[in-house]
């Protein structure tokens, strides 16, 4: 079967850094992507992975490793507004979008 | 990034009646659109998929009879709730992807649906 992993909450210190973990196993692989979602709100696009290795945008980098099936969305000089959940999300072979359950982000002062 | 839009986004409607949703890309021609369902503190579900002129694919264990989706154009997918009921009060989402498989999802801001 088709499976996403990751944890279902973790909590930081605003101005500290971050590193949520997802571990997949689908059939097949297209790319790996994070979506951050605010409560109430609609997930919004953060990054893609295709190839190995690591991407960074701003305060957000997102790694990955194939051969392990292995992701990482690291955050640093967090914010509050960061606070929210975090979805991991894995493009099988069929180009469908196989979702985690997302894990809920709390940032303390 | 490319920007999807939702109409309406809270709806509040009496038990039996029908809400339709409208969902839209605005900078770019949607082949295909996604639509979801989220419960309070749940994961995303995904409800059905559909192509451009083409009858939505409809994930197992969602009526296709009740949540009738019709994508008659690259810019407008809608979703209409037939005889709501109280079960179906969610938070309802669509995304919207370009015409390579491979291209980023762009979700809609999502639609809250109570049915009273």
């Known amino acids: 079967g088709q499976n996403i992993d990751q944890p279902t909450e973790m909590t930081a210190t605003e101005g500290a850094i971050v590193q949520i973990n997802c571990t997949y196993q689908t059939s097949g692989f297209n790319g790996l992507f994070w979506y951050q979602q605010h409560a109430g709100e609609a997930p919004t696009f953060l990054s893609y992975?295709?190839l190995d290795g690591l991407e960074e945008k701003g305060r957000f980098s997102s790694f990955l490793s194939r051969s392990k099936g292995y992701s990482y969305l690291l955050l640093k000089e967090l914010q509050m507004k960061d606070s929210a959940s975090y979805l991991c999300?894995?493009?099988?072979?069929?180009?469908?979008?196989?979702w985690g359950a997302g894990t809920k982000l709390i940032i303390k002062p | 990034g490319a920007v999807v839009s939702q109409h309406p986004s809270w709806v509040i409607c009496k038990s039996g009646t029908s809400v339709k949703i409208e969902c839209r890309s605005l900078d770019f021609q949607a082949t295909t659109m996604f639509w979801y369902r989220q419960f309070p503190k749940q994961s995303l579900m995904l409800m059905a998929t559909s192509n451009e002129g083409s009858k939505a694919t409809y994930e197992q264990g969602v009526e296709k009879d009740k949540f009738l989706i019709n994508h008659a154009s690259l810019t407008l997918s809608t979703l209409t709730v037939t005889s709501a009921h109280p079960e179906d009060s969610s938070f309802y989402i669509c995304?919207?992807?370009?015409?390579?498989?491979?291209?980023?999802?762009?979700f809609g801001p999502g639609t809250r649906l109570l049915v009273l």
């Open positions: 999300a894995v493009m099988d072979s069929n180009y469908q979008l196989i």
């Open positions: 995304s919207a992807r370009g015409p390579s498989s491979q291209e980023t999802q762009y």
């Open positions: 992975n295709v």
